[in-house]
C-alpha cells in the first residue's frame, strides 16, 4: 500500500493510472513491446513539469515523484521486491538551512562580499595563509585563506580534514559564480540520515566544513593578515527532517538461484532555488527515471527471463546519494545476487563527442560489463570525460564500493543545460533518447536469459 500523500497528488496519480491501465494491458499482451516516444515525452512533462518544483531531494515533491514511479511499476505488472509490502523504500534525513545572510568578519570588523558555497554552523578562528598551487601541500590551520587561483576550492575543501582546516577562503571566479547561480546564493549544508548507524554521503569532505568566495581585493587584506580572527556566523540555522524515497519494482525471473539484474536512475534534482527559479531537471535526471519506467515497461510485456529484474529510482542522488546508499544498506535482495547495476541518468542530448545515437559509460574499463551490453546491441561505448572522474559521481558508486559491478549510462554528460534553469523538457532530444533506451532492451533480455556475469577487471573495482 502506499502511504498517505497530498490528496490532490492522490487524485493526479492514480487518474493517470487509469489512463494507463489500458494501453499497458495491451502492452504487456505484446510479445514486440517497443520504447514509445510517446510515453518518454509523457513521463518527462509529468516529472519536468511545473507541478512537482525540480523534486528537490527529501521534499514533497520527491515523495509525489516516488509514488508516481510506483504507480507505474504496479500498472506494468511489476511485484514488490521481495522482502517488501509495497513499492517504496523510505529513511529520513536532517538537513539544515540558513535563515538570512552570513556575516564574515576580521578581528570584528564586516568584510564584504563573502559568498558562502557551504556551511556547517558558526566558525571562528585564525588565519593561515596558503600561497600553494597543489592541495596536498595544505598547511594545518583553522581558517585557509588561498590566494592561488590555479587551485580547485573543491580539491582544497577534500584535503583540509586531515589539516584541520573548518573555513577555507579563495578568489571568486567563474566556476565559482555559476554555483552560486545553481543554488541562488543558498549555502549548502551537510546531510545527515537521522538514524544512528547509517551512512550517507553528503557533501564529499565537507561534514563540519565552510567554503567561501571572496573578491580579490578582500583575499588580498586576509592574507597581509596572518593570525588576526575570522569568524563566519548566520543569524539563524533552521533544522528539519524530512523522508527521502526510492521507489523499487521487480520482475521476478523463473530461476530463483541466476541471479538478479539492476536497473537504476535517480527521481530527485535540486528543487526550487533561493531566489525561486524552478530548477526542473528534466535531464537530471527525469531522463534516466524515464528509462527505468520505460525499460520496465517493455521487459515486463515480453516472456518471463530467467533472472530476476529490479528497477529502482532512488530518493536524494543530489545531496550525496542518500537513496542509493540506503538501498544498499538495507537492499531487498542479498548485493551478492546483483550480478550488474547499470545507472541511467542525463541521457536527454546527444553527446558532441561521441558517434550518433552512443552514449558514454563511465568506468568501462574498469569491468567486462560495457562490453558485453556493447556487443549485444547497446549503444554504449567509453568515457570521454575521465578527468571529470564520473564514475564516482552517480549513484553506481554506492554499490560498486560493495563490490557490485556497477556503471552509469549517459548521453552528454557535460551538456550545457547542466544544473541550470534550462534544463527542461523543450531543452531535451527526445528522439535520441526513445533511441538510447530502445538500445537497452534486447541486451537486457539477453542479459536476463543468459548465464553471464560481468566481472571487474584487474585494478577496476573501486576500494572503500
Known sequence: MLPSRPRAALVLLFGMTAMLAAPLAEARSAAGAQ??????????????GDALQGRGSGTRDEAIAADYVAAQFLAYGLKPAPGMEGYLQSTNLVRQRAIGP??????????????????????????????GDDAKDLPEGEVIVATSTKISPFALLRARQAKKAR??????????????????????????????????????????????ALPEASIRVLAAMPGSEVALRFPQIMTTTAPTTNAIGYLPGTDPKAGVILFSAH????????????????????????????????????????RGILFVAYGSEEIGGFGSTYFGAHPPVPLTSIIANLEIEMIGAQDPKLPRGVMMMTGYDRST???????????????????????????????????????????????????????????????????????????ARWLANSDYVPSWKPGGKPGK
Not at 545553481?182 to 569532505?205: D, K, M, N
Not at 524552478?278 to 518471463?304: C, F, I, Q, W, Y
Open 167 to 212: 573555513l577555507i577562503l579563495f578568489t571568486e571566479n567563474d566556476a565559482s559564480r555559476a554555483r552560486i547561480a545553481q543554488t541562488g546564493g543558498e549555502p549548502l549544508f551537510p546531510v545527515r540520515p537521522e538514524a544512528a548507524g547509517e551512512v550517507g554521503g553528503s557533501i564529499a569532505g565537507a561534514a563540519g566544513a565552510a567554503l567561501a
Open 102 to 131: 552570513a556575516r564574515l568578519t576580521v578581528d570584528g570588523k564586516p568584510l564584504p562580499g563573502a559568498s558562502v558555497l557551504i556551511a556547517s554552523g558558526t566558525v571562528v578562528g585564525k588565519v593561515t595563509v596558503f600561497a
Open 369 to 443: 560489463f560495457g562490453a558485453a551490453m556493447k556487443a549485444h546491441g547497446a549503444l554504449v561505448t567509453a568515457d570521454p570525460y575521465p578527468e571529470q572522474n564520473f564514475f564516482q559521481r552517480s549513484d553506481n558508486y554506492s554499490l560498486a564500493l560493495q563490490g557490485v559491478v556497477a556503471h552509469t549510462v549517459s548521453g552528454w554528460a557535460v551538456v550545457p543545460t547542466y544544473h541550470s534553469p534550462t534544463d527542461t523538457v523543450d531543452n531535451l532530444d527526445i528522439d535520441f533518447m526513445t533511441r538510447a533506451i530502445q538500445s537497452l532492451v534486447e541486451p
Open 267 to 306: 527521481l530527485d534534482h535540486l528543487g526550487v532555488r533561493g531566489d525561486g527559479v524552478v530548477m526542473h531537471g528534466a535531464n537530471d535526471d527525469a531522463s534516466g527515471t524515464t528509462a527505468v519506467l520505460e525499460l520496465a515497461r517493455v521487459l515486463a510485456a515480453g516472456k518471463p527471463m530467467k
Open 35 to 48: 520504447v514509445k516516444r510517446e510515453w518518454v515525452l509523457a513521463h518527462e512533462r509529468f516529472l519536468a
